[in-house]
């Protein structure tokens, strides 16, 4: 039985992809991010979404139903920007 993954991980994954980073697996946060960044993503989007991504995977802290509900703003902000660039 697989453990959930949490929701601010999933995001991350997902703006990965959207960046068309490959396997975020591969590659360190902020390597990710600069790669998102890169391909024109909203560059504070990514930021606060890899921060928050950090919290999760390394930190010591639970982060808040807030901060999730804020990486997933975050990822819905950096769809809808390119979206829009690409529509």
């Excluded at 990965?16 to 975020?24: F, K, N």
């Excluded at 606060?48 to 991504?53: C, G, K, Q, S, W």
Aim: proline fraction near 5%; charged fraction near 35%; glycine fraction near 4%.
């Amino acid at each position: 039985q697989s453990t959930p993954t949490h929701p601010v991980v999933n995001a991350w994954r997902e703006m990965a992809l959207y960046a068309g980073v490959g396997d975020p697996r591969t590659a360190t946060p902020r390597q990710v991010a600069e790669s998102a960044a890169a391909a024109g993503l909203d560059r504070e989007e990514v930021a606060v979404l890899t921060r928050l991504f950090e919290d999760v995977r390394y930190g010591a802290l639970e982060v808040s139903k807030k901060e999730t509900e804020r990486a997933l703003r975050a990822l819905d902000r950096i769809k809808r920007a390119r979206d829009a660039e690409e529509s």
